[in-house]
């Protein structure tokens, strides 16, 4: 079975500082991943995923991931945070191949504060 | 853009009561997903639903739950007689193709409140 480590629960910073949101997974079984965001009162909202080739995924507001398939993990990194970047993100796995069950991370709440 | 919807956004019910929680997909969308997140822990999946069936469901997803596609748009989630440990947040999810392809898309979400 898979299963999704978030290592932080929160993470607070400063508005400009750059950001890491760790995610570690494990499967018997190649995966793909995704990112997931959710903004106070709203659903979850697809930020990038990894479904093969290279390895390093771009969102459209300046967030990467890079897959790690050695070290089971896909963090979550920007360069420079915004204040609206405040927000839950969640990590998640579905087995390529398989079963169409996304298994999610607990979550990081982002905290960027002026 | 095309998103999903979700209705009621809060509902709120006695405890042996039945619910039905609405999802209108994305409109072109084939495989249909809910999940829920009891407050403080993960989201976890319940059930996937393609071509009018249930391909997969959880431990969860018990004999007092059921899905429907009542018509050619909306996606419902019935609870038969609600307990406590129902309370929670449930998302609806769409996908056009297998979610290896694309991803899930999710709704704004239902939080149940079973008193």
């Known amino acids: 079975a898979q299963s999704v480590t978030q290592l932080d629960s929160q993470v607070p910073v400063f508005e400009e500082a750059p950001v890491e949101l760790r995610c570690n997974y494990s499967?018997?079984?190649?995966?793909?991943l995704f990112w997931y965001v959710q903004y106070p009162n709203q659903g979850l909202q697809l930020l990038l995923k990894y479904l093969s080739g290279s390895t390093l995924v771009e969102s459209i507001n300046g967030f990467e991931a890079e897959f790690n398939k050695s070290q089971t993990s896909f963090h979550l990194r920007k360069p420079s945070v915004h204040i609206s970047d405040t927000a839950e993100y969640f990590c998640a796995v579905l087995t390529q191949g398989g079963s169409e069950k996304l298994v999610f991370g607990k979550g990081t709440k982002l905290t960027v504060n002026p | 853009e095309p998103e999903v919807t979700q209705t009621p956004s809060h509902q709120v019910t006695q405890m042996g009561q039945e619910v039905i929680l609405r999802c209108v997909p994305i409109?072109?969308?084939?495989?249909f997903y809910w999940y829920r997140q009891i407050l403080g822990q993960k989201v976890e999946f319940l059930v996937s639903?393609?071509?009018?069936?249930?391909?997969?469901k959880s431990e969860i997803f018990d004999d007092q739950f059921s899905v429907e596609r009542p018509d050619g748009s909306n996606f419902t989630l019935k609870i038969r007689s609600t307990k406590l440990e129902d309370s929670a947040m449930y998302f609806c999810?769409?996908?056009?193709?297998?979610?290896?392809?694309?991803?899930?898309?999710f709704g704004p979400g239902t939080r149940l409140t079973v008193l």
């Open positions: 409109s072109n969308h084939l495989y």
């Open positions: 499967s018997s079984v190649s995966v793909y």
């Open positions: 999810a769409s996908s056009g193709r297998t979610s290896g392809n694309l991803g899930q898309f």
């Open positions: 639903f393609y071509n009018n069936e249930i391909s997969e």
